[in-house]
């Protein structure tokens, strides 16, 4: 495809020009190297082609975004293949996560000058609690991975200011509010007249 010039913009490439674009981007960047300025090739080819800037950019992201997507793709399949082969796998996860709902903390038997009291064999002897916060983050976990988390209630508040609104405008809106309030609602309100009085 020969650059054109052209005084009118276009405003989508051709099949054509999108190969162009993809051809000529890598013909200058290889051969420019660390010297290869984007924004001017980017008006050179644009300019040429008789098109926004934009089209060409948006050629070059989306054949860049592919390859990323596909080298994201490659990279997590090979992490896959890596964890699996060492048994790091969902099910040993699950596991892990189901073992530590029985969490337990061994605290050291003491006497009273905080000595440990050492069993037959000359170890400490060691007496297992409940562990509760790891119980709690454990079945957290858990509530997470089946999506049986309750929803949340999120509350929005703010304050509206009218600038600039004279107190007409403002007796307008109020007004057209409450007729919006009484049609969705079918609320007895009084009319705005009333409500001064």
């Known amino acids: 495809m020969a650059i054109l010039s052209s005084e ?19 013909a200058d960047h290889t051969a420019d190297g660390a010297r290869f300025n984007f924004e001017s090739w980017v008006e050179r080819i644009a300019s040429g082609l008789g098109v926004d800037e934009k089209l ?27 964890a699996d082969i060492v048994g ?6 699950l596991i892990t996560l189901r073992e530590s709902l029985q969490a337990v903390k061994h605290i050291p038997v003491v006497d009273k000058d905080k000595m ?33 988390k309750a929803p949340k209630k999120v509350e929005i508040s703010g304050d509206v200011t009218f600038t600039n609104t004279t107190e007409l405008e403002l007796k307008l809106e109020l007004q057209h509010a409450l007729a919006t309030l009484q049609k969705v609602y079918d609320l007895d309100v009084k009319p705005m007249e009333q409500i001064e009085s």
């Open 88 to 93: 790091a796998c969902q099910m040993e996860a």
């Open 116 to 148: 440990p009291i050492l069993n037959e064999s000359g170890e400490p002897q060691f007496f297992a609690v409940p562990y509760n916060a790891t119980r709690v983050l454990a079945a957290c976990a858990l509530l997470d991975v089946h999506g049986a």
């Open 56 to 82: 060409v950019r948006y050629e070059i992201a989306q054949k860049n975004r592919i390859a990323q997507a596909q080298r994201t793709a490659a990279a997590r399949t090979f992490a896959m293949e890596e």
């Open 8 to 26: 009118k913009k276009r405003a989508r490439l051709s099949a054509e020009d999108r190969a162009f674009v993809l051809q000529a981007f890598e």
